[in-house]
């Protein structure tokens, strides 16, 4: 699949630039470039890209006001570029797919570019799933329905109880009463809010144990119960802090800033 792309910023070295990086991407076509907003929006409409790489900071329609342009139509995926590091938390409740600090890093636009794809190839299966439910719709209603019962039966694979050995007993501890939890090596700490528990258990593991919907990572060694997040805090270098029910803070590393365009809207 070709990702059709169009590159927004008023200067042309930042284009140029941004373009020769994603030259070694072979499935991401640039189709079109604006260099002010006013163009941006009226191209995106007309295009209909699947990605826009944007810049914030630019005369008279700034990124943002490109985003709530062309919130009439489907909009595509966004990919924020700036030198500004204090527009990341918008850039999260705007939803973009990430927020990249000029120059761009390398390294960090293949990330980006990986993300593009996950979410493209996700909104295509909902498509497709939402197409094959309104055909058997029409032509088989009952099974439409077992469909969709067994959709939501997949969540019961899920743990609802994780039974911990800590300090010589055994805990049985509700999964949905955990606020977060973080990794020493081999051993997870299991956060309740009120109390921790250690697991020995590798966190690749427990992942697999918990409901993706509402456990996600936020750094490389904790994962977080995305229903106890209360609040979201800045922080330097594009990261952000989630506050928790407990009053916890966890850190948000700038490698998962898309989990938490999740639940900011």
């Given amino acids: ?3 059709r792309t169009i590159l927004v910023d008023d200067e042309k070295l930042a284009i140029q630039g941004l373009q020769v990086r994603l030259e070694p991407f072979e499935d991401v076509e640039v189709i079109d470039t604006c260099s002010n ?32 342009g062309v919130m009439e139509i489907e909009p595509p995926l966004f990919v924020f570029v700036t030198a500004y590091e ?14 990249l600090m000029k120059p761009v890093d390398e390294d960090k636009l293949a990330d980006t570019i990986e993300r593009v794809r996950q979410r493209i190839a996700e909104k295509k299966s909902s498509e497709d799933a939402e197409q094959l439910l309104d055909v058997l719709a029409e032509v088989a ?14 969540s019961e694979r899920f743990e609802k109880l994780i039974n911990v050995k800590d300090r010589g007993q055994i805990f049985r501890v509700e999964v949905g009463s955990i606020e977060h939890i ?21 966190m690749k593991d427990l992942e697999r144990r918990l409901d993706p919907r509402k456990f996600q990572r936020v750094h490389r060694s904790t994962i977080v119960n995305l229903d ?29 800033r898309d989990v938490v365009a999740r639940f900011v809207h």
Wanted: net charge negative; with cysteine; charged share 25%.
């Fill in 1 to 3: 699949m070709t990702i």
């Fill in 86 to 99: 204090e527009h990341a938390i918008r850039a999260f409740e705007a939803n973009a797919v990430n927020y």
């Fill in 141 to 154: 209603p009952d099974r439409a329905a077992n469909f969709s019962e067994s959709e939501d039966a997949g």
């Fill in 37 to 68: 907003g006013r163009e941006a929006i009226r191209k995106i409409k007309t295009e209909k890209p699947d990605l826009v790489f944007l810049d914030i900071q630019m005369p008279g329609f700034d990124g943002f006001s490109v985003v709530k």
């Fill in 228 to 256: 106890q997040v209360r609040q979201v805090k800045p922080h330097t270098n594009g990261e952000c802090f989630l506050v928790l029910d407990s009053g916890a803070e966890v850190k948000v590393s700038r490698s998962y």
């Fill in 182 to 202: 973080e990794a020493a090596g081999d051993y997870m700490c299991i956060y309740t809010g009120d109390n921790s528990l250690i697991l020995r258990e590798t």
